[in-house]
């Protein structure tokens, strides 16, 4: 079976978002690129991630022309193969409907505001807000692709939330970081006056999180 592994981890990962709450039934899709093929494993459309064998795992081209598998891929394939086309550093894809990032999502904003330090480190400001389009549409590729721009993260207008990064476990991380922010701003602003970061700041703290944090 064609890039055998990578389709396994794929579901590994469909399996945790599930258990992190970050997605009802199975909303949301994920995917990986092989970096040596430059292939792209993606979630199959409709399927309970629970009963998903590697085979159900579909294997596309940059171009979202099917290259293995015999399922339908996630309606949003094109949403990360245009991704995957703009973005060389990404191998990884995490899209959630996560409860207060979509929330966010549907408010009337240019984007969710930056209060904490993990959002800082994630986008380095304020997190856009992409426009609604049709769910599985071209559109939707198009805003959505252009308004993630170099960020690793952005709210989807009226649907979720969408996750990048160099590999599918570090988008993972991300999206979970994401949707904690995202629920710290909802109580902080319930509780009154926020201290929002200046952007400047925000992404000073980004820029020194990536050089400094963690193991080398």
């Known amino acids: 079976m064609l890039l055998e592994q ?29 970096p040596e093929t430059g292939y792209i494993c ?10 998903l064998h ?8 940059v171009d979202n022309h099917i290259v293995d598998g015999e399922r339908k891929p996630s309606i949003e394939a094109p949403m990360h193969t245009a991704i995957y086309r703009k973005r060389p550093d990404v191998n990884g894809i995490i899209h959630t409907h996560s ?24 986008v380095g400001g304020k997190v856009k807000v992409a426009e609604f389009c049709l769910p599985g549409s071209q559109e939707l590729a198009d805003v959505t692709s252009e308004a993630i721009g170099q960020d690793r993260a952005v709210l989807m207008g009226n649907h979720g939330a969408i996750c990048v990064d160099s590999d599918i476990d570090k988008a993972l991380k991300d999206a979970i970081v994401l949707e904690e922010s995202a629920k710290v701003a ?16 925000a992404e000073f703290m980004r820029k020194d999180t990536e050089k400094n944090y963690g193991q080398q």
Request: proline fraction near 6%; include cysteine; charged fraction near 25%.
């Open 54 to 61: 590697p085979s159900d795992i579909v294997v596309v081209d």
């Open 42 to 51: 993606i979630t199959p459309s409709g399927m309970p991630y629970e009963t």
């Open 6 to 34: 990578e389709r396994k981890h794929v579901i590994e990962i469909a399996l945790t978002i599930q258990r992190e709450k970050l997605i009802p039934l199975t909303f949301g899709n994920f995917s990986l690129r092989d």
């Open 99 to 122: 409860t207060f990032c979509t929330a966010w999502a549907c408010r009337d904003i240019d984007g969710m505001p930056c209060i904490t330090s993990e959002a800082a480190d994630l």
């Open 186 to 201: 909802y109580y902080a602003f319930q509780m009154g006056d926020v201290n929002i970061l200046e952007d400047q700041i």
